[in-house]
C-alpha cells in the first residue's frame, strides 16, 4: 500500500477590507485571519503580498499579533 501526505498551507479566511472593497484609504490597515495557527516568523513582505486592483504589488509593511 503506498501512504502519501499531502500539507495545505494556512489560508486567510477572514479579511479587512473585504477582497475586492474598493474606496479603502491608502494609510487604512489591512487585517487577515488565519483558519489554524500560523508561525508568526513565516509572516513576512516575502509570504504575504498586497495587490492593487490591477494586480500590481504594492508595497506593505507587515506585523503580526
Do not use: H, K, W
Request: net charge negative.
Amino acid at each position: 500500500a503506498e501512504v502519501r501526505f499531502m500539507y495545505i498551507p494556512a489560508q486567510a479566511r477572514l479579511t479587512a477590507p473585504a477582497d475586492g472593497a474598493t474606496g479603502v484609504g491608502i494609510n487604512a490597515p489591512i487585517r487577515l485571519r488565519f483558519d489554524e495557527p500560523v508561525n508568526p516568523l513565516s509572516v513576512t513582505e516575502q509570504t504575504v503580498q498586497v495587490t492593487d486592483g490591477n494586480g500590481v504589488a504594492v508595497f506593505a509593511s507587515i506585523s503580526f499579533a
